[in-house]
């Protein structure tokens, strides 16, 4: 039986993300000896138990906890299937002809793979917002004159409060149609 839609869009968001913490790992290899270049990652058995291994180590020593958290999960998951090794592999060689040419990696490229691989954004009610759009909403937000902020002291981005308010009104009329 062929793959369902949405076990395509659900396999499509999975490449993305295993796609982007490639990326992290290659460019993070690239600024720190303890990370293993993708090259090195792929080589070898079991390249899935590879990767688990590598973010692993990236989260428990360096952070990045969002990009690679989900990615290990994801890769373990799939340790042991078919094809897995070999899907990994291009998915890696990829990566790296990414990183090769960093002018790409300055622009949104994410968020322009995000809508390629996510054709039915609606359906999971997940819509990407562009560079120049959260830009223009940071600017109109947190307009330096009302918000002093001084972005490299810790302490001060903590006072910081930020809500979906889109999510709280979904979320207090969900609880009222439960009352």
């Given at each position: 039986m062929p ?176 009352e």
């Amino acid at each position: 039986m062929p793959p369902s839609n949405r076990d395509m869009q659900v396999a499509r968001v999975a490449s993305l993300t295993l796609a982007n913490a490639m990326i992290f790992q290659q460019i993070l290899s690239d600024n720190d000896a303890r990370v293993q270049k993708l090259s090195h990652t792929v080589s070898g058995s079991d390249v899935a138990k590879n990767f688990a291994g590598v973010w692993g180590f990236i989260l428990d020593n360096i952070n990045y906890v969002p990009i690679f958290t989900i990615a290990r999960n994801i890769v373990l998951d799939l340790q042991g299937s078919p094809g897995t090794d070999e899907a990994l592999k291009k998915l890696a060689e990829t990566a790296e002809d990414i990183t090769k040419r960093r002018a790409a990696l300055r622009h949104d490229l994410m968020g322009r793979i995000y809508h390629q691989l996510l054709a039915d954004a609606k359906y999971f009610g997940a819509y990407y917002t562009t560079v120049p759009a959260a830009a223009l909403l940071l600017k109109l937000t947190l307009d330096p004159d009302d918000y002093p902020i001084d972005w490299s002291d810790l302490e001060q981005i903590k006072k910081l409060r930020i809500a979906d308010l889109e999510l709280v009104a979904k979320l207090n009329g969900a609880k009222a149609e439960k009352e």
